[in-house]
């Protein structure tokens, strides 16, 4: 069978809407592309800009942030810090050659699996746009994840 | 110029007398003399005799508000150009020191001189510089030139729209004309309608000759955090060997810790050795800072930086 290439996408989902409208996609039978490996934070505010350089730098394709939408984050606030981040690094990104979309954001909320399982979707689609991330990843080190030649661990 | 130099450096002399004599303060942070041309040294004067040590001139090029971190506990009298004194503010907003505790000695600045500029000017190594009027005078074993200052200026200087230090306790000399010499960043305009793979391999090949020295860190006044992440072992976000890629995750890191935090003063960009372009990456975040959230660095005492706050109404068109 010939192998096609698959983007890997990380998604870094807030555990009080986000996370929550994931698996309602999945207890409701909603079908999203299985690019995406999920990380649970518990806000979207809790992302540090590192973490999304760290993946992009260890060979993920695409990274995918999403929390609760604007005034329903259960830390009040931390959705909205989180859209001061996300907008300063993905201009930063894009100004430094970086495909800007690599770096997505989205709100989803606990109700919206449908739109959980669309805005994987697209991602997705962007994503397989763009092909396989080449600039900034770390080759040489075989330590680091995503080495050439060497089956990827996640 | 020269007169004017040799004005400020009296008046910055006579305050830095009266602060020690009074005891107001504990030291005077200043800039003095230093055995290389083109080149002036931080100097910390505890007594009132020291004072004659202090020198003003076109190339007082650090940023003194990187020194405050290491006299928490003294009271500190401090000589500031424009971009010191929005350092010191951008600081206080994140409670650096006491407010009382520093004593701001600030000097309208004439934009700093490039000293490599300079040095790429002549030919042969420079022995003695001095000003003379608008003039920088070189003289070397067998050549004496004079270059037009305005044409030697660092690009941090040229763009800088607050040269004259703003909420300080005394200022010395008369406050400069605050336009920049030239009107927006042309670099970053130009460097802006390049392609994504033309830009980013400006970015490669700028960072890829770093040597990973950190003077670009250990210079800002900003960068003071006990544990730098570079230096984190757990968890440890960077590898310490010289991969290209590390290469890059430090300098985007930290250019973007800078993010609404950055006066401008170029002094991480005059720190490295190996001529590493930096104030491009730095310059932009301001601008964007500008552009999304109006904020600009050390203007306002009051106003928290922009990425420690929000706005309900915040832009989020990028976002799904």
């Not at chain 1, 995918?64 to 996300?86: A, E, F, M, Q, T």
């Not at chain 2, 004593?103 to 004439?110: R, S, Y």
């Not at chain 2, 042309?186 to 460097?191: G, K």
């Not at chain 2, 960009?269 to 310059?283: D, G, H, S, V």
């Amino acid at each position: 069978m010939e192998k096609t290439w698959e983007p890997k996408i990380l998604a870094f989902l807030c555990n009080w809407c986000s996370y929550a409208g994931a698996d309602l996609a999945g207890t409701s039978r909603i079908q999203y592309p299985p690019n995406i490996r999920v990380i649970r934070v518990p806000c979207s505010g809790r992302i540090n800009p590192l973490f999304i350089l760290k993946a992009l730098q260890s060979g993920i394709d695409g990274v995918l942030v999403s929390g609760c939408h604007p005034g329903d984050c259960h830390y009040i606030s931390g959705n909205y810090i989180g859209r001061r981040k996300s907008a300063t690094l993905k201009r930063f990104l894009e100004y430094l050659g970086i495909e800007g979309e690599r770096v997505q954001f989205s709100w989803v909320s606990a109700a919206e699996g449908g739109k959980f399982s669309q805005v994987v979707g697209e991602v997705v689609q962007d994503i397989k746009k763009l092909g396989s991330a080449k600039r900034f990843v770390k080759k040489e080190n075989s330590r680091s994840l995503g080495v050439e030649g060497q089956e990827k661990t996640f | 110029m020269e007169e004017r130099s040799k004005a400020i450096q009296d008046r910055i002399r006579d305050k830095a007398k009266e602060l020690l004599s009074k005891k107001a303060v504990d030291l005077i942070i200043g800039f003095g003399e230093w055995t290389l041309p083109l080149r002036t040294t931080p100097i910390f004067i505890r007594s009132p005799e020291g004072v004659d040590r202090l020198i003003w001139n076109s190339f007082c090029e650090n940023n003194l508000a990187t020194y405050l971190h290491k006299f928490a506990q003294f009271k500190v009298g401090l000589v500031v150009k424009g971009c010191d004194a929005r350092s010191i503010i951008a600081l206080s907003l994140e409670k650096r020191f006491k407010p009382d505790q520093l004593f701001l000695i600030g000097v309208p600045c004439q934009r700093m001189v490039d000293r490599r500029k300079v040095k790429r000017a002549v030919k042969g190594e420079i022995l003695r510089a001095y000003e003379q009027g608008d003039q920088i005078i070189v003289e070397g074993e067998d050549f004496k030139k004079a270059l037009d200052r305005n044409n030697f200026l660092y690009p941090s200087c040229q763009v800088c729209t607050h040269r004259t230090p703003s909420q300080v306790n005394a200022l010395v000399g008369d406050p400069v004309e605050e336009s920049p010499l030239t009107e927006t960043h042309p670099e970053i305009m130009e460097f802006e309608k390049e392609s994504p793979e033309e830009r980013w391999r400006f970015f490669e090949k700028e960072s890829s000759r770093c040597i990973r020295c950190y003077a670009c860190r250990e210079v800002c006044p900003m960068c003071y955090c006990n544990e730098c992440f570079v230096d984190s072992s757990n968890p440890k976000w960077i590898d310490k060997g010289p991969s290209p890629s590390d290469l890059e995750f430090y300098h985007i890191v930290r250019a973007y810790h800078q993010t609404g935090r950055c006066s401008g003063c170029g002094a991480c960009e005059r720190a490295c050795p190996m001529e590493i372009r930096l104030t491009y990456l730095t310059q932009k975040l301001n601008l964007d800072v500008k552009e999304l959230f109006d904020f600009e660095t050390g203007i306002d005492k009051e106003t928290l930086p922009p990425l420690s706050t929000y706005e309900m109404e915040d832009k989020q068109e990028f976002i799904k």
